[in-house]
């Protein structure tokens, strides 16, 4: 599903490469938005997905914990993922953030909807991945990413993201920063999330992974 995954099959399982095509995955479509029941009391930033170790989690807390001026502007909110643990919850409160400023939330397609298209940024700060849709998913509908620059993810975003070092919570909050209290560059993002959000279609997948086959035959 990317060059990236192709170099690890390669590199880990010394798969000939001859034997690997690189076929870029689709986005689904949004149709339908419906308002989850969790009370929004301010502008917030999105997190989507797993929190586990890879995923990163702990980085954008500790980068969100750097800046009282954040806190106050925004809440966190997680899509999925599971309730917070309870040594999550004492990670958010040994960064000294009321466990109030950051919410988890199960939700479903259309819920998920809403909170794209609400949110201030969606936050992606990944170790590794094999692509990354939440981001371009994200894009679709018109809501800026704020990314790691993990090799995979850049393939998914190109230079329609801000990057970040994922190692780095500094960085992490500087990009969040430069982007939400920046009217200019979240329009910027915006409008090239849109359009590069166009290069990922099931139909074209579809297309793709049929020539495969019919090379086989």
Same mark, same amino acid.
């Given at each position: 599903?990317?060059?990236?995954?192709?170099? *690890? !099959?390669? &590199?880990?399982?010394k798969?000939?490469?001859k #034997?690997? $095509?690189? +076929?870029? !995955?689709?986005?689904?479509?949004? %149709?339908?938005?419906?308002?989850?029941?969790?009370?929004?009391?301010?502008?917030? !930033?999105l %997190?989507?997905?797993?929190?586990?170790?890879?995923?990163?989690?702990?980085? !954008?807390?500790?980068?969100?914990?750097?800046?009282?001026?954040?806190?106050? *502007?925004? $809440? +966190? @909110?997680?899509?999925?993922?599971? #309730?917070?643990?309870?040594?999550?919850?004492?990670?958010?409160?040994?960064h000294?953030?009321?466990?109030?400023? @950051?919410?988890?939330? *199960?939700?479903? $397609? &259309?819920?998920?909807?809403?909170f794209?298209?609400?949110?201030?940024?969606?936050?992606?700060?990944?170790?590794?991945e094999?692509?990354?849709?939440?981001? @371009?998913?994200?894009?679709?509908?018109?809501?800026?990413? @704020?990314?790691?620059?993990?090799?995979?993810?850049?393939?998914?975003?190109? &230079?329609?993201?801000?990057?970040?070092?994922?190692?780095?919570?500094?960085?992490?909050?500087?990009?969040?920063? *430069?982007?939400?209290?920046?009217?200019?560059?979240?329009?910027? %993002?915006i409008?090239?999330?849109?359009?590069?959000?166009?290069?990922?279609?099931?139909? #074209?997948?579809?297309?793709?992974?049929?020539?495969?086959?019919?090379?086989?035959?």
């Amino acid at each position: 599903i990317s060059n990236k995954t192709k170099e *690890d !099959l390669i &590199d880990i399982y010394k798969i000939d490469e001859k #034997k690997i $095509d690189v +076929i870029y !995955l689709g986005i689904q479509k949004f %149709y339908k938005m419906n308002e989850p029941a969790i009370k929004l009391n301010k502008p917030f !930033l999105l %997190y989507v997905g797993s929190r586990s170790k890879y995923k990163n989690f702990n980085n !954008l807390i500790k980068a969100f914990s750097l800046s009282i001026k954040l806190q106050n *502007d925004f $809440d +966190i @909110i997680c899509c999925g993922g599971g #309730k917070f643990s309870e040594l999550e919850k004492k990670n958010i409160l040994n960064h000294k953030i009321h466990l109030s400023k @950051i919410k988890q939330i *199960d939700v479903n $397609d &259309d819920q998920l909807h809403y909170f794209y298209k609400n949110a201030a940024a969606l936050i992606y700060p990944s170790l590794y991945e094999g692509f990354g849709l939440p981001t @371009i998913e994200a894009m679709s509908l018109g809501c800026p990413v @704020i990314s790691s620059n993990h090799s995979a993810i850049i393939e998914a975003v190109g &230079d329609a993201a801000k990057q970040f070092n994922p190692n780095k919570s500094e960085e992490i909050l500087s990009c969040i920063e *430069d982007t939400v209290y920046s009217t200019e560059n979240t329009k910027n %993002y915006i409008k090239k999330g849109i359009a590069r959000s166009k290069l990922f279609t099931w139909k #074209k997948c579809s297309e793709e992974t049929m020539n495969i086959y019919k090379k086989l035959l």
